[in-house]
C-alpha cells in the first residue's frame, strides 16, 4: 500500500479565490508529479519535481504553481481559480528504484475541483 | 517523441467475457511498459510491469507480453468480473530520454455487467 495523502478530496469554490491543494507522502519518495484528469479521463501532466528545491513544468501548460521546500510535501496552488480550472487533480510519487526507469508511480485519491 | 496509443472505449463486457485492450507504443529507445488501473473515485494503481522484450507481466488475472517486434503491450484477461469494471491505462518509461516522467496512453473505460 501507497502512503501518499492529498486533501481536500472535494472542494467548491467561487471564481477568484486563491486555493491550495495538499499532497503528502511518507514513503521518502524524491520525485513527485501533479497530473489534471479530464472527465475524458486522459492525464496531463501539468508539474513535477525531483527533489527539494526542484521543480518542472509538465506538458500541459497550467495557471498553477508548485513548491517543494520539503520531501514530504508538494502543495500545488491557484492564485485565482476559475471555470476553467474544474477537473480532477492527481498528485504521485515514484520510487525511483531499478535500472532504466522501472520504477513505480504511486497515487493518491485525487482532489475533485469545482470553480463557480 | 514517445507515445503510447490505446484503444478508445467505452469497452463493454459481460462476466466470464474475455478481455483485451490493446496498446502500442513509440519510442527511441527500449521502454519500460506499465498498466495503470483507476477504480472509481480512486487515483491510479500499478497493474503490472514489463521491463525488457518478450517480458510477460501478470497480476490479478490479467496479462500482457512486451512484445518489440510489433511494438505493442496489449493487456488481457481470460475471465473478467464486475470488480473489474475500471478505467485501464497503458504508460511507458524511456530511459534514453533522461529522466522524463512516465508517458500514459488517454485510457480505455471497462464496464462488466452481471
Known amino acids: 500500500e501507497a502512503d501518499i495523502y492529498q486533501t481536500p478530496r472535494y472542494l467548491v469554490i467561487g471564481t477568484g479565490k486563491k486555493i491550495t491543494l495538499e499532497c503528502s507522502q511518507t514513503?521518502?519518495?524524491?520525485?513527485m508529479y501533479w497530473y489534471q484528469q479530464d472527465p475524458g479521463m486522459e492525464l496531463h501532466l501539468i508539474h513535477y519535481?525531483?527533489?527539494?528545491?526542484?521543480?518542472e513544468k509538465g506538458d500541459l501548460s497550467s495557471e498553477s504553481t508548485v513548491s517543494r521546500i520539503r520531501t514530504e510535501h508538494f502543495p500545488l496552488t491557484l492564485e485565482s481559480a476559475r471555470p476553467s480550472h474544474t477537473s480532477q487533480y492527481l498528485c504521485?510519487?515514484?520510487?525511483?528504484?531499478?535500472?532504466?526507469?522501472?520504477?513505480?508511480?504511486?497515487f493518491g485519491p485525487g482532489t475533485r475541483l469545482l470553480v463557480l | 517523441g514517445n507515445s503510447v496509443t490505446q484503444m478508445e472505449g467505452p469497452v463493454t463486457l459481460s462476466e466470464e467475457a474475455f478481455l483485451t485492450i490493446n496498446c502500442t507504443y513509440t519510442?527511441?529507445?527500449?521502454?519500460?511498459l506499465f498498466w495503470y488501473v483507476q477504480y472509481p473515485g480512486e487515483g491510479l494503481q500499478l497493474l503490472l510491469k514489463?521491463?525488457?522484450?518478450?517480458d510477460k507481466g501478470s497480476n490479478k488475472g490479467f496479462e500482457a507480453t512486451y512484445r518489440k517486434e510489433t511494438t505493442s503491450f496489449h493487456l488481457e484477461k481470460g475471465s473478467v468480473q464486475v470488480s473489474d469494471s475500471a478505467v485501464y491505462f497503458c504508460?511507458?518509461?524511456?530511459?534514453?530520454?533522461?529522466?522524463?516522467?512516465?508517458?500514459f496512453g488517454k485510457g480505455t473505460r471497462l464496464s462488466v455487467i452481471a
Open positions: 519510442a527511441t529507445g527500449y521502454p519500460s
Open positions: 514489463a521491463t525488457k522484450a518478450d
Open positions: 504521485a510519487s515514484s520510487d525511483g528504484i531499478g535500472l532504466g526507469n522501472q520504477e513505480t508511480q504511486y
Open positions: 504508460a511507458l518509461s524511456d530511459p534514453t530520454s533522461g529522466n522524463t516522467p512516465l508517458v
Open positions: 519535481s525531483y527533489g527539494v528545491n526542484s521543480t
Open positions: 514513503m521518502g519518495h524524491d520525485k
